[in-house]
DNA sequence: AACACTGCCAACCGCATCGGG
DNA sequence: TCCCGATGCGGTTGGCAGTGT
């Protein structure tokens, strides 16, 4: 293999596009639809293979693409998805319009892993890192009488932690009464750990990081998973050394909560809550203007996304614009991937009315406890971490379950 | 100010699948 | 049935920008 064939046949361009290639892409596109891919650049005059040409136009150039950064709800539905699909990149952009494929795929290697891997969270099983470490490390020892490093992540990924040395850190902090497997984040352990493992040879590039909390921003820490708990001393999702004390626990936010028939009884008052700041205004036209004949779905498509709070979700609004059979979708699943996400009232605008912003409510200066706070909860959860631990544990099998259930009915597997 | 480090993102690469001849 | 080109998808990488030292 290797490029393209169609890229051998005369000196094609690579790399970043030029702003002159976008607009010419774009505006054969307009005038013409894709129709296909091979012959676009030549018809187009770019020097580009089609292949990137469909990539230019899928990821960037498209008039449907809504951008900057993901809500918080985005993300949460990013992971439910995950959870039950897998990294199966295409069908969950499916389910958040205006998203691509390769723009999730980018956050959720660079940064959702990371905060469910902070929450305690295996990214690839979802379920605690204690469970899958215990398992892996267990069938590694009795093959190898060695513990190889990094058997978390064979799964869905081919060690894609590029670090060795994280998963060691991971194994050693989820067996320590105060880290990952309480599904607790304690910065300051976790790094200590980082470091004293990387002066054992190793690099501490991707270490001192993962641990660190200066790397996220201030809503990296609000509205991830949080187990079944009925107080908030067992809250272990906004564990109080992460300054979460104010996340109001009726505003849950969970495509599993907003399907009932998936949740067991005990889960549907308080589990799964996720808190969702209200998204900012994300979407940006492409720096080049489109002609006037498509401003106006332009204009629509945008006031369509502001309206629902986030762009959720009309596909024939959404691509009003685009030739009709490119819109119609003959594939089942997806049709019933849609159809259920549409049906339940799972429209960020349907959400944000009554969901208090609690991502302002965190006072800036409260951030700045979340180092010291670690400290002292360190003595905190030594004196309850047994019961913590068995807690959690219950809560992620029902949380587990509850993933089993949605994935049954969609025919996925976990 | 210079350098190193880190995270993010756009784009590429390789493979799988599909469909037409 | 096989071949081959087109397309789609997921994994990976290179470069840039921001931040820290």
Not at 14 to 38: Q, V
Not at 149 to 174: C, D, F, I, M, R
Not at 194 to 205: M, R
């Amino acid at each position: 293999m290797g490029r393209h064939s169609c890229c051998y046949k005369q000196k094609l361009r690579k790399g970043l596009w030029s702003p002159e290639e976008d607009e010419k892409l774009l505006n054969y596109i307009t005038k013409h639809g894709h129709g296909c891919w091979s012959s676009v650049p030549k018809l187009a005059g770019l020097q580009r293979c089609g292949k990137s040409c469909r990539l230019r136009w899928i990821n960037y150039l498209r008039p449907d693409l809504k951008r900057g950064p993901f809500s918080q709800q985005e993300e949460n539905l990013i992971i439910e998805l995950h959870a039950v699909l897998g990294n199966r990149w295409s069908q969950i952009a499916a389910q958040l319009p205006g998203r691509t494929d390769n723009e999730i795929k980018n956050l959720w290697n660079s940064c959702i892993k990371k905060k469910l891997r902070l929450r305690g969270i295996d990214p690839n099983t979802h379920k605690p890192l204690s469970e899958v470490l215990d398992q892996n490390i267990g069938k590694e020892i009795n093959n190898n009488n060695n513990i190889k490093l990094s058997p978390t992540y064979k799964s869905n990924e081919k060690a894609s932690v590029g670090s060795n040395e994280l998963s060691l850190v991971e194994a050693v902090s989820s067996r320590h009464p105060t880290s990952a497997s309480e599904n607790r984040f304690n910065p300051v352990e976790v790094s200590s750990t980082s470091k004293l493992i990387s002066s054992n040879g190793g690099s501490s590039k991707s270490l001192t990081h993962e641990g660190s909390p200066s790397s996220c921003r201030p809503c990296d820490f609000v509205g991830y998973f949080t187990f079944p708990h009925h107080n908030n001393q067992n809250n272990y999702g906004s564990s109080p050394d992460m300054g979460l004390q104010a996340v109001n626990q009726n505003t849950t936010f969970s495509f599993l909560n907003q399907n009932p028939e998936f949740l067991q009884p005990s889960m549907s008052s308080s589990s799964a809550i996720f808190t969702a700041p209200p998204p900012p205004p994300t979407r940006v036209k492409p720096s080049i203007s489109l002609p006037s004949d498509n401003s106006s779905t332009w204009d629509s498509n945008a006031n369509n996304s502001n309206s629902s709070g986030g762009g959720y979700f009309d596909s024939s609004a959404a691509f009003s614009w685009w030739p009709p059979e490119a819109v119609k979708s003959d594939d089942p699943e997806e049709i019933k991937w849609s159809e259920y996400l549409h049906n339940t009232s799972f429209l960020m605008g349907t959400h944000q009315a009554s969901q208090p912003a609690t991502y302002s409510e965190i006072k800036p200066e409260s951030q700045s406890h979340i180092l010291s706070n670690s400290l002292s909860a360190t003595s905190w959860h030594h004196q309850n971490h047994h019961q913590q631990q068995q807690q959690a544990l219950q809560a992620s099998e029902m949380y587990t379950k509850d993933l089993q259930r949605l994935a049954v009915s969609f025919g996925q597997t976990l």
